[in-house]
Structure formats: C-alpha cells, structure tokens
C-alpha cells in the first residue's frame, strides 16, 4: 500500500503511519505533487494537528486532493478546515469535554458503546455542513459522569456540532480534534487510544498493532511499576525540583517554590506551569529537603531546606491587630487557611525543632498558634478559612461547610462580618480533617516540645469534637481523603494524652483506610453516600471519583499525606502495624512515580492514577486540578518527606537518645 502524508511537519501520528504503510511518503501543503503522481496513491492522510492552527488546503490542492477521494481513495483528515462537503466553524477547547464512543461498525473497534477516552486540554473544530451519509464515531460530551463508560450512552442523540471523528463518507474519516502527538500530550487510557489508532491505520490501509502505539505512548512516560528503595524515589523526587526550575532564588539562595504543574497538557504535549508563590509548597517542600539532609547529610540539601524556610516565616504579619497570621500567598496576604499554615509553616518548623533539637524558632511559631486560637470556636475548631477586611480594623469574613438538605456537605460563607472575639465564641462547627487535623496537630506538637500543656489540650479538645462526628466528617473530595488526613494527628493525639481510647481511635480509621487498599497497592478514592463537597461537581473543585469502586487514588488530597502519617504512627507507637503499612506505602509511591526523559515530569506524582492500568487517569472535571497537575508540595514534597522520615526512623528507632513518646 502506498499512502502520502501532508503535514507542516512530522509528528506522532506520521511516524506512526510511516512505520505502518509499505511505501509512506511524505509532502507539505502547498508543494502536492501533480495528477499522475497523486493517482499512484492508495490513501492520503492529511495532518494538521502539529500546528495550533487547523490546515487550510489551497483552492487548486483542495480541487486535487478531492479528484483522489472521488476516485476511491481512501483519506484521514486530522483538524483541517475543510474537505469535500464539510467545513468548520471555528474552534473550541476540550478541557471539561471527552470524547464519547457512538458507534463501532464504521471502523470496527473493539470496546463499548459509550467507552470515554481523554485527549487532554486539546483544541478541536466545530463541524458543519456535513454530509447525510456521514457517521459518527465519537461525540464530545461535557462533563461526563462516568470513569472508563459513560452511563446511557445509548441514549445519547448525534450532535454534528460536536462530532471529535467521523465517517463523512466510506472512504473519508474526519477526526476534529489534534491527534498529532498522542503521545506527548498523553492521551489516555492507552489501551482504548491504541485499540483506536490501530483501527485507523488499518482501515486507511496499513498495519500495525495496538502496541505499536501503546508503546510509543509509554515513551513519553510510564509509571514506574518496580519498587525502588523509598530513599531512592525521594531523592529523584526532589531532583525534580532544580531539573524543572521549580525552586525561585532570592538574596542568592532558593527562597521559594513555584506551585508545580497546572491543569492542561497541550495538544503539543507542554504542561501548563503553576507558577503561584505559595507558603505552604514552600515550607513542605523546605521539610522534603531537610529530611533529605538528615538521611544523606548531603550539604546541598540543607541549603535548599534553610533558603526556603525563609519565604513562609515572611508571609507572617510582624506586628498590629493580626500579629501571628500567615498570609494564603503573597497576593491574597488578608486570608488565611490554618491548613495551609499548619503545612507550610507550624509542622515543618515543630517536626524540624524535634529532629534537631533547635526550639530557635519555635517563638515565631507561637505567635503564628495564638493568632489561630483567637479565632478558633467554642467546639474546638476553626473555620476553613478567614479573610480580614481592614488590616487596622476587626472585621472578618470566613468560609465554612455545612451539611445541606441532602446531607452533603457544602461551603458557605459569612453572611456579614464578624470580629475575632466573635468567631472566639461560637462554635466553628467544622469537624473537617481537611481544614483542622494538622493544625489541631500543630497545637498538640507545639505543646508538647515546649512542655505548655494548655496548646495539647486545645489541640486534644478539637480532635474530640471532630472525631465525634466520625465518620461523617466534613468531607471535601471523599471519604479516603479524610481517613488519610487523620492517622498523622491522632498518632500525635496517642503521644499527648496516652489515653487508651482515643489510641483505639488511631486503629479505628486504619481499619477504616485498610477497607478501601487495592491489590496493586495504595488505596482507593471512596466517598459513602457521595456526600464530599466535590463529589460529582462539573467545572469547579472536582473529585476525580466516579462511582465507588472506581481503581484510582489521589496523589494531590489523599494518598499523598500517608508516609508522613503511618511514619508519625510508626515512630509514636512502636507498633510493627504501622512500619509495614509505611512499607507497603512507600513501595506504592515508588511504582507509582512518573518515569520519562521529559525532565518536567520525571520523578513527580501527579494528582490521579488509574491503578488497574498503571497510568495516569481520572475524572477531569476540577477547575484547578485534574489528572496531570502537580502539586510541588502538597504531592511531590509531602511523599518525599514522608519516604525519608520513615528511614530515617528505621535507623534511628532504637537509639537510646530517640525521645521516648
């Protein structure tokens, strides 16, 4: 078979055809070979997905190109303007839209009616003026509900407007979308696009097998799927940092880190980059690195640690009515998450002061604590966040959650201002793990290392009215998220109070957690009832959940704290439970670690991963969030620290100089 490929320029899609066809050649629009020539070709594939731009044919090559199709030629017409009868009315993006299978006679696929596929943040075209004989094969539809099928699909009407590929005659396929670098701008799942791309090549009149192109898609990344010694992962984690230029310099030294990798892979396969100064990346980032110096004593990784445990400390207001508070980020320097302070600042500072025994800045973090606790309720709790609305003046505004008429949990915000006094003395009522636990962590360490026992009792105090509502809790993506966020702070609990009830609570949501593992390791996104504020939300913050029972895990609110979490439950309990569920985490986290010569994802974990197919992979639908965004702290730094301190207890656990808890 011979084929000729008109393309601007080479890409995934043409190397794939070249290597599929006996005799491929190519050309660039504009330059078409005369008549004769072209009759001396089976098929044509024309290619405009390289460009951001859809190819515009010429009216002369248009005219000739369109001679070969009315003589039985076969074509591929990837993001083109215009052939025979069809033509596009401009374009639009797919971010929270996906490709949805109609129809598999027309190329004789192999999966299901309805079956999903991702092409990403990709830029299609919207049809028009086609012909009545055409057949769709996959549609775009916004916001499906479904993980790998959408539910109803048979149900679902032919859009032309929204057709993503087509059979617009027997011997034309239109594709609307750019397919061009599949693999760069990781398409997913692999198996369906392989299945696919196979199916396209085939019927255009090459050969090739789904792993052709499977394998093409693997070498832009894979997971890893081997485990690595937990050090070992931590240690290429952190190279990500300087490989990617996530680390920001000031006053000759890193002070700062940016945010990490944003929502969109292009249709080229660039990521979009993060590029936010956030306090508590920062500082979780600051206690990846001096826990790497600890493990290794590698100088270089102390300097980084020290440099970045500037920029949080400076995000704290100095002096006046909110003296102590520590800004979200720089540009939104009146609010103020008090999870985000407990990451960014509190716990890298206490867990720094313990593991060296320098308490230096542990003064600052007071200051930091008793601003939280005047604006802490009654109950214990703090509301998710507060926003003051006149650095001179006590006038606060706050976010909070509720349960609504349906027993989900919602946000709500203050219906008018309120004063610190206030907030003081009313309850938060926000028995959530997501906004409280390692704050109340926080109050508790704090009070501990210093010996001022009236921060573990309002630490203490909180986790008991939280737990009261377990396991209901203010849930903001699922129920795993909650369980995760828990097992740090109730491990320092057991530490504070040696009380054998609330010990029981520590193995109480452990069970819970064991309940949702999955056999290849980690543990499953679940959400009992659906009741998360981001459970099934279209376009705004989005659980990256289905249905229960779907095989993918949270890398960004869930999974991600657990190293960290059974490492604290290790170290307080001395309990072998615990050292293996750190075990078993790490050898998750290791097989689970991006792997590609691409330096701005080699080494990180993005948010989702499918964990039956070993790839990155869930619901796509959070405005700020979706599959592929890394968070530099929250994700990379949080697992890397968590990797480390659990060696580092491994070999410091039965030193006589180890504290006693």
């Known amino acids: 078979m011979k084929l000729l490929i008109i393309t601007e320029q080479k890409s995934e899609l043409s190397a794939l055809l070249e290597k599929s066809f006996e005799t491929p050649d190519f050309c660039k629009p504009g330059n078409l070979p005369g008549q004769e020539k072209l009759s001396t070709y089976d098929a044509f594939a024309v290619l405009g997905g390289c460009q951001e731009e859809p190819l515009k044919l010429w009216p002369q090559e248009r005219l000739a190109l369109e001679s070969q199709l009315h003589r039985g030629a076969r074509f591929f017409v990837e993001y083109t303007a215009g052939i025979d009868i069809y033509h ?21 696929t192999d999966f299901a009616v ?68 599949f693999a760069s701008a990781k398409f997913a799942p692999q198996n369906v696009w392989g299945r696919l791309l196979r199916q396209i090549v085939v019927w255009l009149g ?33 190279r990500w940092f300087t490989d990617a230029d996530m680390l920001v310099e000031k006053d000759g030294a890193p002070y700062c880190v940016l945010e990490g990798l944003g929502t969109h892979v292009r249709p080229d396969g660039t990521h979009e980059i993060g590029r936010n100064y956030r306090p508590d990346c920062t500082g979780e980032a600051s ?27 400076d995000c704290r207001i100095k002096e006046g009515l ?63 966040r507060t926003d003051f609305l006149d650095p001179c003046k006590d006038r606060l505004t706050y976010m909070n959650v509720e ?90 609990l057991n530490w504070v109070t040696k009380d054998p009830e609330k010990k029981t609570w520590l193995y109480r949501v452990t069970e819970d957690l064991c309940k949702f593992k ?50 604290a439950a290790w170290l307080i309990t001395k309990d072998p439970v615990f050292e293996n569920l750190w075990q078993e985490t790490a050898d998750f986290f290791s097989r689970m670690q991006i792997v590609s010569e691409n330096r701005l994802i080699n080494g990180i974990w993005p948010r989702s991963v499918d964990l039956d197919a070993f790839e990155v992979y869930g619901v796509p639908n959070d405005v700020g969030w979706a599959p592929w965004s890394v968070e530099s702290g929250w994700t990379v730094s949080e697992i890397a620290a968590g990797l480390l301190f659990g060696e580092w207890i491994r070999r410091h656990l039965d030193d006589e100089k180890m504290p006693v808890f």
Not at 351 to 369: E, M
Not at 538 to 555: C, F, I, Q
């Open 88 to 108: 596009s009315v401009g374009s639009s993006k797919t971010r929270y839209a996906r490709p949805v299978l109609l129809d598999n006679d027309s190329l004789g």
């Open 518 to 567: 999955h056999p290849n390791g980690g543990f499953k996104e679940w959400d009992e009832g659906y009741i998360a504020t981001c459970a099934g939300v279209k376009d705004g913050e989005s659980s990256v959940l289905s249905e229960n029972g779907d095989p993918v895990a949270d890398m960004l609110y869930s999974v991600n704290w657990l190293p960290m979490g059974f490492a």
């Open 322 to 384: 909110y003296k102590g508070m520590v800004s979200w980020t720089p540009d939104s320097f009146f609010a103020c998450y008090q999870d985000d302070v407990a990451r960014g600042y509190l716990l890298p500072e206490l867990w720094r002061a313990w593991l060296s025994g320098d308490y230096s800045a542990l003064d600052s973090v007071k200051t930091a604590l008793d601003y939280l606790l005047s604006t802490t309720g009654t109950d214990g709790l703090r509301m998710c």
């Open 403 to 492: 349960r609504n008429g349906q027993g989900k949990w919602s946000w709500g915000v203050s219906p008018e201002p309120v004063t610190a006094k206030q907030l003081k003395n009313m309850p938060a009522k926000c028995p959530s793990a997501h906004y409280n636990a390692f704050y109340l962590e926080a109050l508790m360490l704090y009070g501990k290392l210093t010996g001022q026992e009236q921060y573990c009792r309002a630490g203490e105090k909180g986790m008991e009215s939280l737990m009261a509502y377990y396991p209901e809790t203010a849930r903001e993506h699922s129920q795993t998220q909650e369980l995760c966020r828990l097992i740090q702070p109730l491990a320092v």
């Open 114 to 181: 309805g079956t999903l596929l991702d092409e990403q943040s990709n830029d299609r075209l919207v049809p028009n003026a086609l012909g009545r004989s055409c057949k769709p094969i996959l549609q775009y539809v916004d916001n499906p509900k479904g993980f790998y099928c959408q539910p109803d699909s048979e149900n679902l009407k032919a859009d032309e407007s929204r057709f993503a590929l087509w059979m617009e005659k027997s011997n034309l396929l239109i594709c609307s979308f750019r397919m061009s670098q």
């Open 287 to 313: 206690l990846a690195f001096y826990m790497h110096y600890l493990c290794k004593q590698d100088e270089k990784s102390l300097r980084i640690a020290d440099g970045l445990r500037r920029f949080p400390a």
């Open 206 to 238: 090459g050969s090739c097998t789904a792993e052709d192109v499977t394998d093409r898609m693997k070498e832009a990344y894979h997971l890893a799927q081997k485990v690595n010694p937990p050090a070992m992962a931590a240690q290429k984690a952190l």
